[in-house]
């Protein structure tokens, strides 16, 4: 369904549009909008989204909308009053960008403090979400799918304690570089402390899972799954994306980025993997299984590996270097390899949890309690 046909609207948001629209001088310094805006057409959704103070609440009505320009705002919320972007009730709200010109991104925040929540952006040009220097911001149930190049960015300094929860990426594919650059999460080309991504799902892009490139401050990521990446879903015959499940690194940058709890299987190369970033990188309880390369790949760095599970990787399990500290892998001696329960990973596709986290899965579950991923 196309949302094209106007809602009535509450007097505040008309009378905030009636001035908005109003030619001739300005009265008011910045325009005043109603705390909470109900939003039914992509021209409202665009003018809400740049206008927005702190504590507005940007309630989306159930539909898709196709913007014909970026969606962006540098309007900043509070940490008391963060500005709110979601849909209205349990409506669902798509955001396609098939509407918008070659090259365009579907949203653009350059801002701190929103909190945005249970959206689907599709279809974009380009980068589907960009959040750039943004501190404070909450990303809750994101779906980014098929777009033509990153599905969500953080990018840019003075990136700072944001986080990103329950986030879905999938399908991207950048066709111009034959796949080489589309990630499902890329925290590239920048930096800032506390930055924490959890439960997402990123799978089947023509890249990386996760992309790190270029990032100096330490990012900690849990809960998540990456699978299917770097496969070449496209039939391009000059395809070159990576495959990663985990690029923890890139550019020379010397970090330690921890990841926790999480999995990379059936990814074209590593499952995790440093990209030359010497940092000590803790890599905790994750399992790597049936990826193309290495399970882990940490040849030059200083990781701290502990605890974590690799089993059927096309290279091996592990290609560790001299200076990485290695506990309780199941490459380390003494160290028994448990049994998966499951290696059908159908449910990793299914409905998430009513409160948003992962779905149940017994995929790559062990049961044991000392090694692996947990799997939720
Ligand atoms: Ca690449
Ligand atoms: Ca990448």
């Known amino acids: 369904m196309s949302r094209t046909a106007a809602r009535p609207r509450g007097t505040l948001l008309a009378l905030t549009v009636l001035a908005a629209s109003v030619a001739g001088p300005v009265v008011l310094a910045s325009p005043a909008q109603a705390a909470t805006v109900v939003v039914s057409t992509a021209t409202e959704l665009a003018s809400a989204v740049k206008n927005a103070a702190p504590g507005t609440v940007i309630q989306v009505r159930g539909g898709t909308y196709r913007p014909t320009a970026t969606l962006q705002s540098t309007a900043n919320g509070t940490a008391s009053a963060p500005i709110r972007l979601e849909p209205y009730g349990s409506e669902s709200v798509v955001i396609d960008g098939s509407g918008l010109p070659a090259g365009a991104w579907i949203f653009k925040l350059t801002a701190d403090y929103w909190t945005v929540s249970n959206l689907t952006f599709q279809n974009s040009p380009d980068s589907a979400v960009v959040c750039t220097s943004c501190t404070g911001t909450v990303w809750n149930r994101i779906t980014t799918r098929n777009g033509g190049d990153s599905g969500f960015t953080l990018t840019g300094a003075d990136t700072n304690n944001n986080t990103v929860r329950n986030l879905d990426s999938y399908?991207?594919?950048?066709?111009?570089?034959?796949?080489?650059?589309?990630?499902?999460?890329?925290?590239?080309?920048?930096?800032?402390?506390?930055?924490?991504?959890?439960?997402?799902?990123?799978?089947?892009?023509?890249d990386d899972g996760v992309d790190l490139w270029s990032w100096s401050s330490p990012v900690t990521i849990e809960h998540t799954w990456a699978w299917g990446n770097g496969r070449n879903r496209w039939?391009?015959?000059?395809f070159a994306g990576d495959g990663n499940g985990y690029k923890l690194g890139g550019d020379g940058e010397v970090v330690a980025h921890v990841v926790n709890n999480s999995a990379a299987w059936s990814n074209a190369g590593n499952g995790f993997t440093e990209n030359s970033n010497k940092g000590a990188i803790v890599i905790n309880r994750t399992t790597a299984y049936a990826n193309g390369k290495w399970g882990y790949y940490l040849a030059t760095g200083a990781a701290r590996?502990?605890?974590?599970?690799?089993?059927?990787?096309?290279?091996?399990?592990?290609?560790?270097?001299?200076?990485?500290?290695?506990?309780g892998n199941n490459w380390d001696s003494g160290i028994a390899t448990p049994a998966f329960v499951s290696t059908n990973p159908a449910t990793a596709y299914g409905a998430r949890k009513a409160d948003g986290s992962l779905p149940a899965t017994t995929f790559l579950t062990?049961?044991?309690t000392t090694i692996g991923s947990t799997m939720n």
């Open 235 to 238: 039939s391009d015959s000059a």
């Open 171 to 206: 399908g991207h594919y950048d066709a111009a570089n034959h796949g080489e650059n589309a990630d499902g999460l890329a925290i590239k080309f920048g930096s800032g402390s506390g930055n924490l991504i959890t439960g997402a799902r990123l799978f089947d892009n023509s």
């Open 366 to 368: 062990t049961g044991s």
């Open 305 to 327: 590996l502990g605890r974590n599970l690799a089993v059927g990787n096309g290279s091996g399990l592990v290609n560790k270097g001299s200076s990485v500290v290695s506990s």
